[in-house]
């Protein structure tokens, strides 16, 4: 079932999405060469307990921390642990802080130190397609169309777009009504509608498509094992189109931080 959300439901997520966001301006900053994403983990929720949040993943269907933290080749689902991330590598971070019993969720994908221009090409291009998925959102479009309007953006470079995990609703839980995949045709699906709240999110992996899930139950890899990434917002359906929630504000000026590294 599809939640229209009430103004009072809007204020709270708007305020779990603040945080969110703001955790993920904190990280710029944090991540680099020699720190362990279990030093990420406990950073961020740190962030979220400070300001009167609470984890919305730790203990969700059993998860055991704060953040998923996938390095290289894992998509999603990662644990943090005591690996150190390299010169060269890339950090998936999703994270959500949950207000009030309302949920924020984005992810955002991290270069660590010097990395490849065809690794930040790809970080590059799955964040400007996550612009282009939001930039259908609006009130009588398709899910679907958010969808192919991403395939069609990411289609042109070769890269393959994990089809096993999609968007979604969020709202007072996590995971809601309506899956939101990333590729298709226009103009099938659920209908927005105002007052809708949903989170798009393009795994992009520079290789295959295809991936294999861990021993461990969880982490999501590349089957061919090049590098993946995922860039996650937030948002609002509006009268005119979408708000989204999650925005990283510069922290001086309030404007929102766009592109993690420009060629």
């Known amino acids: 079932m599809i939640n229209i959300k009430s103004q009072r439901e809007i204020e709270l997520m708007r305020e779990a999405g603040r945080i969110t966001g703001l955790c993920h301006v904190k990280l710029r900053d944090f991540i680099k060469p020699g720190v362990t994403t279990k030093q990420i983990d406990e950073y961020v929720e740190k962030i979220i307990l400070e300001n009167d949040c609470v984890p919305g993943f730790k203990n969700l269907y059993g998860f055991p921390a704060a953040t998923c933290e996938s390095v290289n080749e894992s998509v999603v689902h990662g644990f943090p642990s005591n690996y150190k991330l390299k010169d060269g590598d890339i950090v998936s971070v999703d994270l959500g802080a949950k207000y009030k019993g309302y949920n ?154 766009l592109w993690v590294k420009k060629m």
């Open 104 to 257: 924020g969720d984005s992810a955002w994908t991290y270069a660590v130190g010097e990395c490849s221009e065809e690794t930040l090409l790809l970080l590059e291009r799955t964040e400007k397609s996550l612009y282009v998925g939001l930039s259908v959102v609006r009130p009588g479009a398709h899910v679907s169309d958010i969808g192919h309007a991403i395939e069609e953006y990411i289609s042109q470079f070769g890269y393959g777009i994990v089809e096993e995990y999609t968007g979604h609703g969020v709202g007072s839980d996590l995971h809601e009504d309506p899956a939101i995949p990333n590729y298709g045709h226009p103009g099938h699906g659920d209908i927005l509608r105002e007052g809708m709240c949903i989170a798009v999110e393009p795994m992009i992996n520079m290789g295959t498509k295809k991936i294999t899930v861990s021993n461990d139950g969880w982490t999501v890899k590349t089957k061919d094992k090049k590098k993946s990434a995922h860039f996650e917002h937030t948002v609002l359906v509006t009268a005119s189109g979408y708000e989204i929630l999650t925005k990283q504000q510069d922290l001086n000026n309030k404007e929102e931080l």
